[in-house]
């Protein structure tokens, strides 16, 4: 029972998760563009690939599959998603289990002006969000929405190419240095990372993890401490429900005024899960299990609470590679 993680990058972490859940059962195969991605050395077997952009790409990785004997491919990066789910079909006709949500849910959740308007008919709460600047000159206008706000691409990760803008003029120029930007309100409120599992068998959320976010970098939770709430688990996990994800998810949001405002969406391992897994939530062990054909059993919270998550640099040494 062999699993395939794509483009999996710096996240040795997790890598080194799904070795120990999948010792004495299955390999632990990685994969990436770069020969330098330090993640790629924990595997029990790895291959340097094309970029995804690649025509090729697909059919590299169904080669992969095949030599490996690989029994479920998931991707750590939100471009290869909709990738992935766009070709599952080919993966299925190899009896190979695509651990992610389908290639709609996928690209909801990268354009963010798909998600945003998704939350707003269904009544969810969620940032004051605009894609027509003249749409977002009226309402501040109006009074609807004040300054600051952030200016961000409409498709995007890692908090590449967003900013912050203090008035009209800057938010103007930063707005018209994309070919498709949003601007959005601003939210002071307490920003949250809720990690959460849906069984890939019986499609329900059995595992949530939530944690009060204190220092971002780079798009990333660089420091938080693990909390319970059972209104914010009720509340994600009827909003996973309704999307109809499955898999792990990774979801963002703010706390303000005791009102739980959903942000974004990525429909993948988040860079702070090792902070769940740290406090034994164990999503690596449920996915084993799924792709064994056991459903897992509901566990929501019941984690450690109360520690806080300080990420910090290690470094790795590996032999010369002689071309890139």
């Not at 291959?47 to 790409?57: G, L």
């Not at 929405?145 to 409409?154: A, E, G, L, R, T």
């Not at 203090?166 to 930007?181: H, I, K, N």
């Not at 520690?307 to 590679?321: G, P, S, T, W």
């Amino acid at each position: 029972m062999n699993l395939l993680v794509l483009s999996c990058g710096t996240r040795n972490k997790v890598v080194q998760y799904f070795k120990k859940a999948f010792a004495g059962v299955g390999r632990i195969v990685c994969t990436d563009a770069s020969p330098y991605a330090p993640a790629l050395y924990e595997a029990d077997a790895y291959y340097v690939v094309p970029r995804i952009t690649q025509p090729d790409y697909i059919e590299v990785i169904l080669d992969i599959c095949r030599k490996e004997s690989i029994c479920g491919v998931l991707s750590l990066i939100d471009p290869e998603l909709s990738l992935l789910a766009a070709n599952e079909e080919q993966f299925r006709a190899l009896n190979i289990t695509v651990i992610g949500s389908s290639y709609e849910l996928c690209e909801r959740t990268l354009d963010k002006w798909q998600l945003y308007n998704w939350m707003q008919k269904h009544q969810y709460p969620c940032a004051k969000s605009y894609v027509d600047l003249t749409c977002f000159q009226e309402a501040v206008c109006a009074g609807e929405v004040s300054f600051p706000v952030f200016v961000k691409p409409v498709r995007g990760s890692a908090s590449l190419q967003i900013a912050k803008a203090q008035d009209m003029e800057t938010a103007e120029w930063l707005y018209r240095q994309g070919s498709s930007m949003m601007i959005q309100e601003y939210m002071d409120g307490q920003e949250i990372g809720v990690d959460c599992y849906i069984d890939l068998i019986s499609h329900e959320v059995v595992s949530l993890f939530a944690k009060k976010k204190l220092v971002m970098r780079a798009g990333e939770t660089d420091k938080a401490i693990s909390f319970e709430d059972s209104r914010l688990f009720e509340q994600v996990e009827r909003f996973v429900k309704e999307n109809g994800f499955v898999g792990q998810i990774d979801i963002d949001l703010f706390e303000k005024d005791g009102v739980f405002y959903f942000s974004e969406v990525n429909p993948r391992f988040g860079g702070g899960y090792p902070h769940a897994y740290a406090c034994g939530v164990d999503h690596m062990t449920l996915i084993r299990n799924n792709l064994a054909g056991k459903a897992n059993d509901k566990q929501i919270g019941g984690y450690a609470t109360g520690k806080v998550m300080m990420k910090y640099n290690e470094i790795m040494l590996v032999d010369e590679v002689s071309s890139v």
